[in-house]
């Protein structure tokens, strides 16, 4: 079927696409190479099913795009840097984007799935969050052009299903890590990997004590496919992410220990602002209703990544890592 990936070029949407092509989907992948990059595509983009358009989500939809069956909305900056050098096309990505791509599922009578976030939770006071906990957010802080967006992308995604009779859905993703993240995005997984690689700090913010639940990508590609095909799921909202938690300092251990890295940690204060000091997933609502469990462990996760990065950094003989 025709399925549109929107923000298709960047980390998580360039895995999906791959997935979806797998399929036997034919796949329109949509970008504007804000924070993605065409390498992502590079394994795939050959195939005739494939069809790639640099666009920017905010302007509509390419006037060429035939009627779609299913419509993931991907595109926005996902890295705290990313958001905070972009943050008025990261508010418009995720309201006015948000906007075209259900009046065209209303058109088109196509699926629509938002791709929003644990920060809809905020700094949580309850812990683990589950899907109706309404969170801590602040709507003037630092991180709310990101937290505030993907809130009202929620609320935009609900309207439509409920008055304009759009059959969509919202996956609340959990951080998540592999392969084709931007080595320089600034994200955890991302900046520690490539910093043990190279031998430099490890830059932990703040003492290192917060926590987060790492997802590996091709778990969370599953659980949105999931969310997407499972019957039952219009107007649900669903957590997406691996329970196991761990404190940040815990994750850079492991990545030494795993790149066997002469780097050591510094503690610095670059966190961007009201960095949330407890992130988990419950994720009994995804298990009971997709019947979707994360399978890879941290350990083999990170040895992808790890091989993916090095490769990409020029280090090679780190294949043996896996
Ligand atoms: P990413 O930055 O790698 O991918 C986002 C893609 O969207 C990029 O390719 C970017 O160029 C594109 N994009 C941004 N604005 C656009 C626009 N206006 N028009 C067209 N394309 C645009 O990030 P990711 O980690 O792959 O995240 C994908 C989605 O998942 C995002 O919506 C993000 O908010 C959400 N998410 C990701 C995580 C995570 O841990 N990776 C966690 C929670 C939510
Ligand atoms: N972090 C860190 N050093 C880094 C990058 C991130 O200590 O170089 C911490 C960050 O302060 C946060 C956690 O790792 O507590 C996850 O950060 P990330 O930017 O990956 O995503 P977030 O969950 O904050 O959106």
Known sequence: MPILVAGGAGFIGSHLSER???????????????????????????????????????????????????????????SPPGYKVHPVATMRSNSEGTRHMLERCQRD??????????????????????EDYRGNVSSTGPRSMYDESKRFGEAMTMVFTRDHEVDARIARIFNTYGPRSDPHDGRLVPNFVRQCLLNEPITVYGDGSQTRSLCYVDDLVEGLVALMET?????????????????????????????????????TDFAVGDDPQRRQPDITKARAMLGWNPAVALNTGLKRTIEAFAAELGLPDFAEVA
């Open 231 to 267: 019957p039952g799921t219009t107007g649900e909202v669903v957590n997406l992410g691996n329970p196991e938690e761990h404190t940040i300092l815990e994750f850079a251990e492991v990545i030494v220990r795993l790149t066997r890295s002469r780097s050591t940690v510094v503690h």
């Open 109 to 130: 009578g196509a699926r629509f799935l938002f791709a929003s976030t644990s920060e809809a939770y905020g700094d949580p006071e309850v812990h683990p969050q589950f």
């Open 20 to 78: 979806l092509l797998r399929d036997g989907h034919d796949v329109w992948c949509i970008d504007n190479l804000l924070t993605g990059r065409l390498s992502n595509l590079a394994s795939f983009k050959a195939q005739a099913r494939f069809h790639f358009r640099q666009w920017d989500v905010v302007a509509g939809l390419p006037p060429e795009l035939p009627r779609m069956d299913r419509v993931y909305h991907l595109a926005s900056p996902a």
